[in-house]
């Protein structure tokens, strides 16, 4: 098949199952004669992968539809420019978003991307009928193939889609669907031919990462679904993998074999994030967690039990309806008995659709302001607490790519921070040990050691 060669721009928003979602549209619009360009100024096709989480994620899609707009003016008359909306805001709005913004042709969902190719087509011949919407989540993993452009040495996978909580703050149910999980086999596939071309990480992804229960693989079946414990120990066996993260968490379907797989798998790395949003019971309830503080806590003390080594990260939400400032102080105690490596916070965002919108007993905003800077003041330290205690410590480093400085390279540690040290390039996708010597809010800086090859 003859093909023109044509420039693609994708911005992605939001969370890591986005940016996923990004490198396999990439993937699939490839064979099309599509090569990725850095900015959208002449692209013949622009992607707005888009995230509806909080009311701000959305709007940005609005202001971005507005600078494109000339952008697709002047590319009128050299082919033309199409633009499509992705993601959630395009599962959320649908057909809204082309009568709000007729800048766009194209409006696809996180379940149907697989069809751009079709959709497409299908704008450049009539404009406003290419929409797709639907749930089709098997059929896209079928149709995605395990063939993957990658670069680097770290790659997200989807093991999940979708979430059945329905936390009353909360769009994913709506936008991603039911839970569903990809077949073993289908997972392991993908990861060998990363493997192949050189990935030595992988981060398994899904809005509710840890209640995967994929078919078993092909010879298996009769064992019933999987758990991700079972999941991480088969992956764990893949020749040039060495390391295995996984996100998101829910509280709620931690089990004791994946809590086990933290013990006897020293490839899954000891960095885990479990979102609680608040450490108020009542308001646990109101936003519907199903479980209370002490659940969480429980289940903290019993990781650490298994791997002392392991360091906690978590989500926070201030100022859902109803928290007072009683209950905000038992967000800031549940903070100080964790004592997290890192922690994302937000103030509660009114997202139109789910039962918080609708609550009475809306919080102020300047009262939300207030407790976001008190809780980011007391998280901001505990972040630079966990780095300091670094110092001293040899830790292995997956480095990735040079550094700012000459002779200098970056890498991760096992808790994600960034390492920098000076180091040959030859070690570039290796692992190393490096002794720290600096840290600060956001970094690690340290002497290099000596080449090692194991996970942790
Ligand atoms: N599935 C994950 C989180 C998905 S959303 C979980 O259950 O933990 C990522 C984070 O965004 C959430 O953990 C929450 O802290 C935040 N978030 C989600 N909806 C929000 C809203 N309406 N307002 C503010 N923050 C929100
Ligand atoms: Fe949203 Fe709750 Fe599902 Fe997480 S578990 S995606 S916060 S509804
Ligand atoms: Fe945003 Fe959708 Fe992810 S709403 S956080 S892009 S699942």
């Not at 009568?99 to 704008?123: S, W």
């Amino acid at each position: 098949m003859s093909t023109t060669r044509k420039r693609l721009f994708i911005k992605t928003y939001g969370c890591q199952m986005n940016v996923y979602d990004s490198d396999r549209m990439k993937d699939v619009l490839t064979p099309l004669g599509y090569e990725s360009s850095d900015t959208p100024e002449g692209a013949d096709l622009v992607i707005l992968n888009t995230c509806h989480i909080r009311e701000k994620a959305a709007e940005k899609v609005y202001s971005e539809l507005g600078r494109l707009r000339p952008l697709k003016d002047e590319k009128a008359a050299s082919g033309g420019m199409t633009i499509a909306v992705a993601g959630c805001v395009a599962q959320a709005e649908g057909a809204e978003i082309m009568k709000r913004a007729p800048v766009v042709d194209l409006v696809v969902g996180p379940q149907t991307y697989h069809k751009l190719p079709e959709l497409i087509a299908q704008a450049h011949r009539a404009k406003g009928e290419a929409l797709d919407t639907e749930f089709e989540v098997e059929d896209k993993f079928d149709r995605l193939g395990s063939d993957r452009q990658v670069e680097g040495y770290s790659a997200f996978v989807t093991v999940q889609e979708g979430c059945d909580k329905f936390c009353t703050f909360c769009v994913v149910p709506y936008t991603r669907g039911a839970e569903w999980s990809r077949p073993v086999d289908q997972i392991v596939g993908e990861i060998r031919a990363l493997a192949a071309k050189g990935i030595r990480e992988v981060t398994l992804l899904g809005q509710n990462v840890n209640a995967f229960h994929g078919a078993a693989p092909s010879g298996r079946e009769a064992d019933g679904p999987w758990g991700l414990g079972q999941l991480v120990r088969h992956i764990a066996l893949i020749g040039g993998i060495e390391r295995i993260r996984f996100t998101t968490s829910h509280p709620r379907d931690m089990d004791e074999d994946l809590i086990q797989a933290f013990a006897d798998t020293p490839k899954l790395m000891p960095y885990f994030h479990l979102p609680v949003q608040s450490g108020s019971d009542k308001i646990l309830k109101a936003m519907n967690r199903q479980h209370i503080a002490a659940d969480y806590l429980a289940t903290i003390a019993r990781l650490r039990e298994v791997r002392p080594d392991i360091a906690i990260s978590g989500d926070m939400i201030v100022g859902f309806p109803g928290e007072t400032d009683a209950d905000f102080e038992a967000t800031m105690e549940l903070v100080r008995e964790v004592n997290y490596a890192s922690c994302f916070s937000f103030k509660y965002s009114k997202r139109p659709g789910t039962p918080g919108a609708a609550m009475f007993n809306q919080v102020d905003e300047a009262v939300k302001t207030e407790r976001l800077a008190a809780l980011q003041a007391l998280l901001d330290a505990q972040q630079i607490a966990f780095n300091t205690s670094m110092i001293g410590k040899t830790l292995p480093v997956l480095f990735e790519k040079p550094g700012r400085l000459d002779g200098q390279l970056h890498g991760r540690s096992p808790y994600l921070q960034s390492v920098h040290a000076n180091a040959p390039a030859e070690l570039i996708g290796q692992i190393a040990e490096v002794e720290i010597e600096g840290a600060s809010r956001n970094a690690l800086s340290g002497r290099l050691i000596g080449p090692k090859r194991s996970a942790a």
